[in-house]
């Protein structure tokens, strides 16, 4: 069965640093795209960026770029989204999600649970 | 960036009832490459349609979705009560990729 379970719910204060899990299995992690989505309190979905787990290729959305890091490990099949120095704003639940094809950009058929990420002093 | 609109905000509808949901796009997506996806309360996202038009694994055939160019459509030809959701379509043709902001269907 293809999974893709997460890390679970964090609480940090502002400036703190984080870095949240998406561990794949059931299927060759390496040949998936692999995406974060963000959804805000009450709001709509937001691609941030995404992985390519076989070398590392990864694209962000130019609203993210510069405020998180992705990056995967193919020998334990996880791919991660981090933060040097979290603001309130970035209080919201994070999806991973895969995309239907091996090696394609494509809809995203597989989803995690979601990690809620609560920033507050 | 592409820029997709969804219209209504929300929709009331009664169980057996049409829905129509429109996503209008700022610029033409490439191949067609627009899927809708459902949310419910608490839930990830569910993928509905890929391709504009191409149902996804189990999903059932009261779900079709329509379009080209810059105006796409999901229609929801009997509402049953697990229906009533928000339903958001993205766009995966150009990036960064989008996501529209969502069309509410509830109980009217």
């Known amino acids: 069965e293809v999974q893709l379970v997460q890390s679970g719910a964090e609480v940090r204060k502002p400036g703190e640093s984080l870095k949240i899990s998406c561990k794949a299995s059931g299927y060759t992690f390496s040949n998936y795209w692999i995406a974060w989505v963000r959804q805000m309190p009450g709001k709509g979905l937001e691609w941030m960026g995404i992985i390519y787990p076989g070398d590392s290729d990864t694209r962000y959305s130019p609203s993210f770029q510069g405020q998180v890091t992705i990056s995967a490990d193919k020998s334990i099949s996880t791919a991660y989204l981090q933060w040097s120095s979290l603001q309130a704003s970035d209080t919201a639940i994070f999806y991973c999600?895969?995309?239907?094809?091996?090696?394609?950009?494509?809809?995203?058929?597989?989803w995690g649970q979601g990690t809620m990420v609560t920033v507050s002093s | 960036e592409i820029v997709l609109t969804q219209s209504p905000g929300t929709l009331s509808l009664s169980p057996g009832e049409r829905a129509t949901l429109s996503c209008r796009a700022s610029?033409?997506?490439?191949?067609?490459?627009l899927a809708w996806y459902q949310q419910k309360p608490g839930q990830a996202p569910r993928l509905l349609i890929y391709g504009a038009s191409s149902r996804a694994t189990g999903i059932p055939d009261r779900f079709s979705g329509s379009g080209s160019g810059t105006d796409f459509t999901l229609t929801i030809s009997r509402l049953e009560s697990e229906d009533f959701a928000v339903y958001y379509c993205?766009?995966?043709?150009?990036?960064?990729?989008?996501f529209g902001q969502g069309t509410k269907v509830e109980i009217k």
């Open positions: 993205q766009q995966y043709g150009s990036s960064p990729w989008t």
């Open positions: 610029q033409s997506v490439r191949n067609s490459y």
């Open positions: 999600a895969r995309p239907l094809v091996s090696g394609s950009f494509d809809a995203f058929d597989m």
